[in-house]
């Protein structure tokens, strides 16, 4: 098999493995919410922390343009990974909102951190981390030298000072997190509410 035919075999099959990640989170949290148990004192204090977490998500978004430049501006200058962190806390949120009787919830949320920090992270870092050396070379090497990989550092990193951008964050899909997770609360109160 020639090489280009071996690249978009293998490019095929990692959006495929892509989708099917993105299609069982998504079923997780499905059956999470749908056995839920939620009460409003810890609904409205997780959502707190979800919107927190979307929040960031937004911002980070309006900033990222994909492997055309090396983002260093908004989150970027104080975190390699905003995207991650506003999933790892919207992930929190919604395990501990969709609390159940027998603290199934309390389990997701173990074996969620689990799969973060020992495989998606650990393979996102090597993957994206390789392509972004690859396209950006000594920049890279310096912002990672620098720059906290997850959990943000104080000082601001001395990059580009680039605008957040509403049409940035359209083109980078977060509207389509945000409706999710709409629907996902409103589920959750009507169901807190006695639905």
């Known amino acids: 098999m020639p090489a280009s035919s071996r690249g978009m075999a293998v490019g095929e099959r990692s959006r495929i493995l892509g989708w099917a990640r993105i299609a069982s989170v998504y079923s997780f949290i499905a059956v999470l919410v749908v056995l839920s148990r939620p009460t409003p004192p810890p609904l ?52 501990v909102a969709a609390r159940s009787e027998a603290r199934w919830n309390l389990a997701a949320l173990a074996v969620g951190y689990a799969v973060f920090f020992l495989y998606y992270l650990p393979r996102k870092l090597r993957v994206e981390g390789a392509r972004l050396a690859r396209l950006h070379g000594p920049a890279f090497e310096a912002y990672h030298a620098r720059v906290p990989i997850l959990f943000p550092g104080l000082s601001r990193y001395p990059g580009e000072k680039l605008a957040w951008s509403f049409g940035r964050m359209v083109r980078n899909q977060e509207p389509m997190v945000i409706a999710g997770l709409l629907v996902v609360f409103a589920f959750l109160s009507w169901k807190t509410a006695g639905g």
Request: proline share 4%; hydrophobic share 50%; glycine share 12%.
């Open 44 to 95: 409205a204090a997780c959502g707190a922390l979800v919107l927190l977490g979307e929040a960031l998500r937004v911002w980070a978004a309006g900033h990222l343009v994909k492997s055309a430049r090396l983002a260093t501006s908004g989150p970027y200058a104080y975190t390699q990974n905003p995207l991650y962190l506003g999933r790892l806390l919207i992930l929190t949120g919604l395990a």
